[in-house]
């Protein structure tokens, strides 16, 4: 096998252990990095963590600027690195990332550099990652979604083609965006998604979709499409255009923006899941307390601005000592991932929802007043308790004691998110003094 990666590493004996299945060139300097990097063309290059400290990023700067083949610089790393060239992957995903980065996605690019249409292709790359791509990142992408509906827009730009669709299949559905400039109906559409085997159960259409033309014969457009697997789901791209208007530089041009698509969903994929990690109770998958906490602060200044209400929500568990000392802690466990996940389907999509510690939890409700407030404490209340909940052979019925204040917010309202905090924790309490099982309410 050919040497397709350089690895960059303060310790070669870490590199062989992580890629023996692989044939690498190693690095264990910058100076060795550079001489190699010039000498041949690699589909990747794979960085350690310390290395890169060591080195200040001139790798990413040499590549960029010097090498001919711009191949992927992925650093080994639970860390994420605010650079666009720069791909993050904790040790744990590697065999993941060897298997999705295939010998297609990461061939280097060569072109003669007389080529009109070659260099057309390469600023176009270009263009999608330092404009588009970039500016992603830097405005704070919070979905996938907003990653498809940015791509929509690329594609249009490059290709304007007559069908575009880009969507995910996971379980139990499939998800599709369409660009607002197809000419085909949404039948039609499901129809070429069927029959190129893109969908798994129900199909959904994402976006406002509007015919804007008569319906074009579908029997003119030559299809390009990609089927990208990640960790839990399957991302796809379909590209109709005219069989009469797709000549060799069109195809040339739909192949290199599918395989830049590929490339940037992993990287934002990557992405968002470190963020998840960051801002995700580790047990139920729900908001964590950092940031139910900086999430409220910034409800509290945005409705001082509008003066607006919102509503903060504590409950606790009751008697949740008694399910671990009698069914274990997996038991205990089972029914805070159970409850969590109850709960979440009983508030709106606009509300957070975060574990706070332990069996406590908080549900911020923006623009509520406090009726809005109570009326859903009390249904989450009833809820849970009508509820029977199941660990292996066991039924288990719960209750919890809410704690609910309503903040009504003016311009020089003078508390802070601790008064906040304080007298929706006091509210609960009250709750589990008066005999568990209900709502106090509040308000300041």
Not at 21 to 35: H, M, V
Not at 321 to 350: C, M, P, Q
């Amino acid at each position: 096998m050919n040497k397709n990666f350089l690895l960059c590493f303060h310790d070669k004996k870490y590199l062989q252990s992580l890629f023996k299945d692989f044939s690498c060139d190693y690095a264990l300097d910058k100076y060795e990095a550079y001489s190699k990097l010039i000498a041949k063309n690699y589909n990747a290059v794979f960085i350690s963590e310390k290395f890169l400290y060591n080195n200040k990023f001139c790798i990413s700067i040499f590549v960029k600027e010097i090498c001919s083949s711009k191949p992927p610089l992925i650093v080994i790393s639970g860390n994420y690195y605010f650079l666009p060239d720069l791909i993050s992957v904790p040790e744990s995903d590697l065999p993941k990332v060897l298997k999705s980065f295939t010998e297609e996605l990461l061939k280097p690019v060569k072109h003669n550099e007389s080529d009109v249409f070659q260099n057309l292709v390469v600023h176009m790359e270009e263009l999608f990652l330092n404009k588009y791509f970039h500016e992603m990142i830097l405005k704070g992408l919070k979905s996938l979604d907003q990653c498809f509906l940015k791509i929509i827009e690329i594609v249009d730009i490059v290709l304007l083609p007559e069908l575009f669709v880009i969507g995910r299949v996971t379980k139990d559905k499939t998800e599709y965006f369409v660009s607002p400039n197809n000419r085909l109906s949404k039948d039609i559409i499901d129809e070429i998604l069927v029959e190129n085997k893109l969908t798994e159960g129900k199909l959904v259409l994402r976006n406002e979709f509007k015919i804007k033309e008569k319906n074009i014969d579908i029997s003119e457009l030559g299809y390009f499409i990609k089927k990208n697997i990640l960790a839990d789901e399957t991302i796809f791209t379909v590209i109709g255009i005219k069989r009469s208007a797709a000549d060799e530089n069109v195809k040339i041009m739909a192949e290199a923006l599918q395989n830049q698509i590929k490339s940037t969903i992993f990287y934002i994929s990557s992405l968002i899941k470190q963020q998840k990690m960051y801002i995700t109770d580790y047990l139920t998958d729900v908001y964590n307390r950092r940031f139910f906490d900086e999430t409220v602060k910034k409800e509290l200044q945005r409705s001082k601005r509008h003066r607006e209400s919102f509503v903060v929500i504590f409950f606790d568990i009751d008697n949740f000592k008694y399910i671990n000392d009698n069914y274990g802690h997996s038991a205990g466990d089972h029914i805070l991932v159970s409850l969590t996940s109850y709960v979440h389907s009983l508030i709106r999509d606009s509300d957070i929802f975060a574990r706070l510690g332990g069996e406590e939890f908080g549900i911020l409700l923006p623009e509520t007043d406090a009726d809005g407030g109570r009326f859903l404490a009390e249904k989450i209340r009833k809820k849970v308790a009508e509820k029977t909940f199941s660990y292996e052979s066991s039924k288990i019925i719960l209750t919890i004691s809410a704690g609910v204040l309503t903040v009504k917010n003016s311009e020089d309202a003078d508390y802070d998110y601790d008064i906040i905090y304080k007298m929706c924790d006091n509210a609960m309490y009250e709750a589990k003094r008066l005999g568990k099982n209900r709502s106090v309410v509040s308000e300041i």
